[in-house]
């Protein structure tokens, strides 16, 4: 039997172009998490750094254990989680397990990345660094990845153009409201159209940026939430899942199988189904992996994302609100906190916090994805009893 | 290194091994499938038997793009496709930079080697772990 996982605390940095480095980020983020929990340093029994790469980023290693002094949480258990863009979500799966098994009464998880320092052909390179041998040595990057699904995509379902600007001016539109938001600026459809190309059919506005970030959620057994608030939320369901590493092995490159069986874990584990989420944050990377997950993950048949995005379903005041946060695209991508900040964006939702950006939400799932759909993470949340 | 399928009506008629290019080596595995790259153990669990050299054969396009922001030690623009392969029926599967962007979807191209894809000394990844040379697609 395992133990009924809460969420009691949440905290996440500004996003953007910061002068901060990562164990600065991380610790700004973990300072404030356990702050607005009102949780006591010492009292973190488990802590845990969802980060892709602050060694290749900035020379920095051992981020858990800086962080864990930086806080005094001293003498807490300290990981590591990476997996790539998806760390964050594997954080949240690795808090979870640590609370739901009895390890730890209570954990801190904290993701955070420094980028900006470096050019966006280092930072690309970086991360493509994931990628197979076969596929490196051709030059190939995420974005690359992107547009090859892209066109597949739009030609196999004779899906517009257009129905992936307007994911991108959606986002966009929604992360005004996002005071930590990259960019709280709207873009319209033809500017999102008439932006350069960077992975052809894909543009410039069909891309997150780069960006430093941090991101904390703090996790206790339901039973002890109750002792420190009344306000907080529980884990209902979590699923995790890997893909082929090698992308072109895939029979078809417009299913994504991670985020399917993340998915089906998730909606097992919680007893809901696709019906019952009220909103979602879903990792928008590109424009065209918002498509792809809300397919995967039952929120549209297959081929028919795109009329559901036309159709306004996924708007703020649709059916079913995707990406309220402003998702990646205009929330910003510091990889290891990504994760973690769409857990802090359902968070909010589920528990009524989520001011200008509030939908009406129960329920909430947030999907995590790492590489081009290798490694993913779906989580489930809703407000505690 | 063997070359199981030749003679396939998809095989091109040259033999890659006469102007001492390396092959473009896929593994065949004990159920049948083929898979580029190799792997210690086929999807389903089969082990593997053999090579085959895709080189020899032809491929159709599955999708393709242009990316105008390569990273270090690639030339932009770089063209890129997913390419199928018919190996006696069997499809196998490759990534790989095109020789030109006057492509399209189910057209079909041939491997063409090259000595280095990428300058091996300007990326993230250690030079000496892995090879650089291999195959770009080109239109029949």
């Known amino acids: 039997m395992t133990t009924n996982v809460a969420v009691i605390g949440a905290s996440m940095t500004q996003f953007g172009q910061r002068d901060a480095w990562v164990r600065e980020l991380l610790a700004e983020a973990g300072a404030a998490c356990l702050d607005d929990a009102g949780v006591d340093p010492e009292s973190v029994e488990h802590c845990y750094v969802s980060n892709m790469a602050s060694g290749e980023f900035e020379g920095m290693t051992g981020v858990p254990n800086a962080l864990a002094h930086d806080l005094d949480c001293l003498p807490a258990y300290t990981q590591r989680v990476d997996q790539t863009s998806s760390s964050g979500g594997a954080g949240m799966y690795a808090a979870w397990q640590s609370i739901a098994s009895g390890a730890s009464e209570m954990t801190l998880l904290v993701g955070g990345e420094k980028m900006t320092h470096r050019s966006t052909s280092e930072a690309t390179d970086i991360i493509a660094s994931l990628t197979h041998p076969v596929e490196y040595k051709h030059g190939v990057t995420l974005p690359s990845f992107a547009g090859l699904t892209a066109r597949l995509y739009l030609d196999g379902y004779d899906a517009p153009r257009e129905s992936l600007g307007k994911v991108a001016v959606k986002n966009h539109k929604n992360g005004v409201d996002n005071p930590h938001a990259q960019f709280r600026k709207e873009v319209d459809l033809e500017t999102v159209l008439e932006s350069p190309i960077v992975a052809d059919p894909l543009r410039l506005y069909d891309f997150c940026p780069i960006t430093d970030g941090s991101a904390a959620l703090l996790f206790c057994p339901e039973s002890i939430a109750k002792e420190y608030t009344d306000e907080y939320a529980v884990i209902a369901g979590v699923g995790g899942a890997t893909d082929t590493h090698v992308v072109h092995e895939r029979s078809d490159p417009t299913t994504m199988n991670g985020v399917v069986e993340s998915g089906r874990q998730a909606y097992e584990r919680s007893g809901y189904d696709p019906d019952d989420i009220d909103v979602a944050e879903l990792h928008d990377m590109f424009t065209i992996l918002e498509f792809l997950q809300m397919e995967g993950l039952g929120f549209a048949e297959p081929g028919k994302a795109w009329k559901a995005t036309e159709d306004g379903r996924t708007e703020r005041d649709g059916e079913l609100p995707i990406n309220t946060s402003g998702g990646l695209k205009s929330k910003g991508h510091p990889l290891g906190a990504s994760g973690v900040a769409q857990g802090y964006e359902i968070y909010k939702q589920v528990l009524g916090e989520a001011g200008p950006r509030q939908v009406d939400a129960d329920v909430g799932l947030a999907c995590n994805v790492g590489g081009f759909g290798n490694c993913v993470i779906t989580t489930i949340m809703e407000a505690g009893a | ?140």
Do not use: C
Request: proline content about 11%; charged content about 25%; aromatic content about 6%.
């Open chain 2, 1 to 140: 290194m063997s070359h199981e399928d030749e003679g396939s009506a998809t095989s091109v008629d040259r033999d890659p091994d006469a102007d001492g290019t390396p092959p473009m080596e896929a593994t065949r595995y004990a159920d049948g499938s083929i898979t580029y790259p190799g792997h210690p153990v086929a999807p389903g669990g089969a082990e593997p038997v053999g090579t085959v050299d895709l080189s020899e054969y032809t491929a159709t396009v599955v999708t393709w793009t242009t990316s105008t922001a390569p990273p270090p030690g690639v030339d932009a623009p770089n063209h890129l496709a997913i390419v199928e392969f018919d190996v006696d029926g069997e499809p196998v599967r490759a990534l790989g930079q095109l020789t030109t962007d006057e492509i399209g979807i189910d057209d079909e191209v041939t491997p063409v080697y090259a000595a280095e894809l990428r300058d091996p000394e300007a990326g993230i990844r250690e030079p000496e772990s892995q090879d650089w040379d291999g195959y770009r697609f080109e239109p029949v």
